[in-house]
């Protein structure tokens, strides 16, 4: 039985150095030490032993257990090594080869200028709204007290969903003023930027769909004062202090009275040049005093409080700012244009 345990000792410690893999390091385990193991086969025969030999023939086998115990576990921790260090020297990383690029993108010119505008109102304690592109006639034109003769209204200038003409994509963002006075408590202060759409031929100048800015105040005791002063303001943070403004009348069905607003021109200060188109003066938005019946059809009580609301072009004022000649540029997303800004 000494003899066995001894020839087991040498074989079993060389079958396990030399081995190469832990799949195979089990399976000696097994071999070995498992329950129909070869030491286990040893041990079965101690009951043929007289009871003198006994404690001594388990003794050595309990120390033989241990031994191959020992050797499996030392064996483990080498592969584990072994195979980490393989493992390693396969995924290396080369740190001196050059990285690579990533390619960050960045705001697109026009928000970067409606956020400036965003600014500059949210200073003042306006609040920014937006709301639907798709939107009902009797909202984009009938609440504002756009006649039905309008041209705006004609199937030839405004995109409608429905035979009946119901509903449409909205030709102008003054509906928005008719949502916040419905919804909103006063006073109000907003501006709610926004695509409006239009049936335009796509040119330098014009686009089917365009992005306008909005803004109205409903207070007690608003009058055209507080329109020019906060407007004239505005200018001059978009274009700088001193920028000379001009009020003139215009006409818009749902301001009373209505009125542009032209600055003169920062390039040539007046005397003409390509930049105004040799006018002396660039259009910048348009505004007015919030007609009376608008009110009321908003619930207001157009006795107690007024307003004024003013809308204006977004591209026209990104172009003006980036000294971009072709509006389409602005849609068509070419990178060779948006990486210059
Ligand atoms: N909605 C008008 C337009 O599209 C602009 C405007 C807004 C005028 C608010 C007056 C008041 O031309």
Not at 152 to 167: A, H, M, P, Q, V
Not at 207 to 215: A, L, R, W
Not at 285 to 294: D, E, Q
Request: net charge negative; with cysteine; hydrophobic share 35%.
């Amino acid at each position: 039985m000494k003899e066995r345990m001894k020839d087991l000792r040498e074989s079993s410690i060389k079958a396990i150095v030399e081995c190469d893999s832990a799949e195979l390091l089990e399976a000696l385990r097994v071999k070995y030490l498992g329950k129909k193991g070869e030491l286990t086969g040893i041990l079965r025969q101690m009951g043929s032993l007289s009871a003198e030999e006994r404690p001594a023939m388990g003794q050595l086998a309990n120390q033989l257990r241990s031994e191959i115990e020992q050797a499996i576990d030392e064996r483990r921790a080498e592969l584990t090594s072994k195979m980490m260090e393989m493992k390693l020297e396969r995924e290396a990383v080369d740190v001196t080869l050059p990285g690579e690029e990533v390619r960050l993108g960045h705001k697109h010119p026009m928000y970067n200028v409606l956020d400036q505008i965003k600014d500059i109102f949210i200073g003042m304690g306006f609040e920014i709204v937006e709301g639907p592109e798709v939107e009902l006639a009797e909202y984009n034109f009938t609440k504002l007290n756009i006649e039905d003769s309008h041209p705006s209204r004609d199937w030839t200038d405004t995109f409608y969903f429905t035979e009946d003409g119901k509903i449409l994509l909205r030709t102008q963002t003054s509906p928005m003023q008719v949502h916040a006075m419905e919804t909103k408590t006063l006073p109000i202060r907003m501006i709610a930027p926004g695509r409006v759409y239009r049936k335009d031929e796509v040119d330098a100048t014009h686009s089917p769909m365009f992005h306008q800015i909005e803004g109205m105040v409903i207070d007690k005791g608003v009058t055209m004062a507080d329109l020019k002063a906060t407007l004239n303001l505005v200018v001059e943070k978009i274009y700088g202090k001193g920028t000379v403004t001009r009020f003139r009348p215009h006409h818009f069905p749902f301001t009373e009275p209505s009125c542009e607003l032209d600055i003169q021109c920062h390039k040539c200060g007046g005397k003409g040049c390509p930049t105004c188109k040799g006018e002396g003066w660039i259009e910048v938005l348009g505004a007015g005093m919030v007609h009376p019946k608008v009110l009321s059809g908003c619930g207001i009580d157009p006795d107690e409080y007024s307003g004024w609301a003013f809308g204006m072009g977004l591209e026209r004022l990104a172009m003006g700012e980036y000294k971009i000649t072709d509006l389409r540029l602005i849609f068509e997303n070419d990178v060779r244009f948006l990486e210059q800004f």
